[in-house]
């Protein structure tokens, strides 16, 4: 036995000598065993199907040891009525529970919630839970989320959202607003967290405000959020136009798969946000599905794969859509996406015009302020299909851009930067069409000099290339327990 493994397994049985494991069913055990706990301990709820059960995991734990709450066999542990998970303190982690079935949870109380009161937990992390169909229904008028995610440095990973009917985001990021808080301002925490491997399923609502994600609000649309949202699934998303919608700044959006969605992947407000490395097939049959939508200046969008989207004829639903601003716009109404990079994106078998610039909100009576020194580089635009079928339509003629190398297989435009050429001179491999590549050394150190905040340095090919490699699959997210 080597010294370092002999180490490693004193080490292990050392925390393990000095944990505690509580074998709790009902809420006094869970009280008593909770405040009898200290950092390291486990807290192992009993199987069983329990109703309106209020759970407030209020302790602190450390790094090297946090305190779980964990279900005695995942998924074997469910709640319903008006249950909920509270988590209020530091380092602490909750496993394998099951939120399912008839839901009486008053208006604005939220099934998980990173925070007690105005208690905020942080640090903390939920891991194989679901919540399905644990929802009013939307003509009840009640606003709830699955997961109010506050706080700082928390995560949710590996989890499963399904069945959401009435207002709210399956999962919001809420930023802390101090007292006497001035709604613009850039003072709110930031937070920090991340969302990975989670698995957002079917969920319907009629108006606006049914997102699966939405980081931040439109009062606290300045704050700088530094939230990493990855390598998660997106299904059958109806009606709301938003799948995700970020409202804050200095967040990333990587690697995530959208599949069938009536909405897109939507920068609607804050600045210095990536969009980079996801896949998204809009084809569902619905005629809904979107891309990509950004409004606000400084935001990045390189290398994502976009295909069969379907709802292209519309102005918000295009698989690129660079929106122009409004007069003396209102903290949740448009400001032009002044800035913007767009590069390396490849966009194939999408209904209508593939990309569109200075697409105006036409409903609010103000007037447009259209996008200036948008930039387009490298993008390939594959058999567009349906009647209008250019590469690219400037709305306002107002805006300024500059298209660089860009390419079309077919369609027409008078645009400079956009080359047509045949679909032979693709490489086709595994279903995924790769475009030529005309490296621009320019765009890759702005969009490496924009990332530097983050401290990512990303190499040409990481920015130029769509890795096939990075697409999840139902079968890598969502909990262990349930087979996607």
Not at 16 to 27: D, G, M, P, R, S
Not at 66 to 95: C, D, H, M
Not at 370 to 392: D, F, M, R, S, Y
Not at 445 to 467: C, G, P, T, W, Y
Request: with cysteine.
């Amino acid at each position: 036995m080597t010294t370092k493994l002999f180490i490693f397994i004193l080490f292990f049985l050392c925390f393990q000598a000095n944990a505690t494991e509580f074998i709790v069913n009902n809420l006094n055990e869970f009280e008593t065993a909770l405040s009898n706990s200290k950092a390291g301990d486990v807290i192992v709820w009993k199987e069983g199907n329990y109703v309106d059960i209020k759970i407030n995991f209020k302790r602190n734990g450390t790094a090297e040891k946090p305190i779980v709450l964990k279900a005695q066999t995942a998924g074997k542990v469910s709640f319903s009525g008006n249950s909920q998970l509270l988590l209020s303190g530091n380092y602490l982690q909750v496993e394998g529970f099951l939120f399912e079935g008839k839901c009486t949870l008053e208006d604005k109380e939220h099934v998980i919630s990173f925070a007690i009161g105005s208690k905020e937990a942080h640090h903390s992390k939920i891991s194989n839970c679901a919540i399905i169909n644990y929802t009013h229904a939307e003509t009840t008028g009640k606003t709830n989320y699955y997961v109010n995610l506050v706080g700082t440095y928390n995560e949710v990973q590996h989890c499963y959202f399904s069945g959401k009917t009435n207002k709210g985001p399956t999962l919001l990021v809420k930023y802390k607003q101090e007292k006497g808080y001035i709604p613009g301002s850039d003072v709110a925490p930031s937070s920090h967290h991340h969302i990975d491997h989670n698995y957002f399923a079917y969920r319907t609502f009629s108006e606006n405000g049914g997102e699966q994600i939405r980081v931040g609000t439109s009062t606290t649309s300045f704050s700088h959020g530094f939230n990493i949202i990855e390598y998660n699934y997106f299904e059958d998303e109806r009606i709301e136009t938003e799948v995700v919608s970020n409202k804050s700044w200095d967040n990333i959006y990587r690697f995530n798969t959208f599949i069938g969605n009536d909405g897109g992947m939507v920068i609607r407000h804050g600045q210095k946000c990536f969009v980079y490395g996801n896949y998204i097939n809009g084809k569902a049959g619905r005629k809904e599905s979107a891309g990509l939508r950004v409004i606000n200046p400084n935001n990045t969008f390189f290398n994502n794969y976009v295909e069969n989207l379907e709802g292209s004829d519309k102005d918000l639903k295009s698989p690129i859509t660079v929106m122009s601003g409004l007069e003396n716009a209102a903290l949740n109404e448009y400001y032009p996406a002044d800035n913007a990079i767009l590069a390396y994106n490849t966009i194939v078998n999408s209904v209508g015009a593939a990309i569109k610039i200075g697409v105006g909100n036409k409903n609010n009576g103000k007037s447009l302020v259209a996008p200036k020194n948008v930039l387009l580089v490298g993008n390939t635009v594959v058999n567009t299909v349906g009647k209008n079928i250019e590469p690219i339509v400037i709305e306002d003629p107002t805006s300024t851009y500059t298209l660089t190398d860009n390419f079309y297989t077919n369609g027409a435009t008078s645009e400079e930067g956009f080359l047509q050429i045949k679909i032979k001179d693709l490489v086709l491999k595994d279903g995924f069409y790769f475009g030529r590549q005309l490296t621009d050394k320019s765009i890759i150190d702005a969009i490496n000099q924009r990332l530097l905040v983050h401290q990512i340095k990303l190499s040409e090919k990481e920015i130029m290339v769509f890795d096939v490699s990075k697409i999840v699959f139902k079968k890598d997210v969502g909990v262990i327990w349930i087979k996607n």
